[in-house]
T-cell receptor
Framework: LAKTTQPISMDSYEGQEVNITCSHN???????ITWYQQFPSQGPRFIIQ???TKVTNEVASLFIPADRKSSTLSLPRVSLSDTAVYYC??????????????FGTGTRLTVTP | DTGVSQDPRHKITKRGQNVTFRCDPI?????LYWYRQTLGQGPEFLTY????????KSRLLSDRFSAERPKGSFSTLEIQRTEQGDSAMYLC?????????????FGPGTRLTVT
């Protein structure tokens, strides 16, 4: 049920912009893209969600090209506290269940001074 | 409301014993989810409830596992005859049913160690 593919890990220095790309070649017409962040020993935390083009909130931006086969989570000017695992999910809005709640292994981002 | 809470936070048990975990969701959320997470992996979906109805169970949820949400509020996850392979973090999340955003709020998890 591997619906998404992400890099296993990424490294960055403080203050840099970090872009994490997720591939979802088999995304369905009605699927949305959702990103979560998880710190050690905590549950995941919702970051952002989108369907197409660009979505921005106070913590991140999400870029989705026209074909929607990939998406990029952009974290501006990261700090040490952004060190976490980031998960990309693809699924139907408002739907639960295994098909819509597949987290995969995520991308482990390490930010250093 | 302070968010999703789970109890206990840690549980050590011997193989073969039964354990029960509790999850209290955000009060106005009608959906409640259970996940299991092992080291280095993302959360794996186990089951979810909409109000008191259990609507889906993953293949991961063997017959030793049972979950309930009797009044559509808190939920319990019971594991009978625990095995070492059950050692994991068990996460609970809740959300509102919405046609616009499916944002789940996770609890801190219960870490189970089976010796």
């Amino acid at each position: 049920l591997a619906k998404t593919t992400q890099p296993i890990s990424m490294d960055s220095y403080e203050g840099q912009e970090v872009n994490i790309t997720c591939s979802h070649n088999n995304i369905a017409t009605n699927d949305y893209i959702t990103w979560y962040q998880q710190f050690p020993s905590q549950g995941p935390r919702f970051i952002i969600q989108g369907y197409k083009t660009k979505v921005t909130n106070e913590v991140a931006s999400l870029f989705i090209p026209a074909d929607r086969k990939s998406s990029t989570l952009s974290l501006p000017r990261v700090s040490l506290s952004d060190t976490a695992v980031y998960y990309c999910l693809v699924g139907l809005i408002g739907r639960a269940g295994a098909n819509n709640l597949f987290f995969g292994t995520g991308t482990r981002l390490t930010v250093t001074p | 409301d302070t968010g999703v809470s789970q109890d206990p936070r840690h549980k050590i048990t011997k193989r073969g014993q039964n354990v029960t975990f509790r999850c209290d969701p955000i009060s106005e959320h009608n959906r409640l989810y259970w996940y299991r997470q092992t080291l280095g992996q993302g959360p794996e979906f186990l089951t979810y409830f909409q109000n008191e109805a259990q609507l889906e169970k993953s293949r991961l949820l063997s017959d030793r596992f049972s979950a309930e949400r009797p009044k559509g509020s808190f939920s319990t996850l019971e594991i009978q005859r625990t095995e070492q392979g059950d050692s994991a973090m068990y996460l609970c999340a809740s959300s509102q049913t919405s046609s616009v955003v499916s944002e789940q709020y996770f609890g801190p998890g219960t870490r189970l160690t089976v010796t």
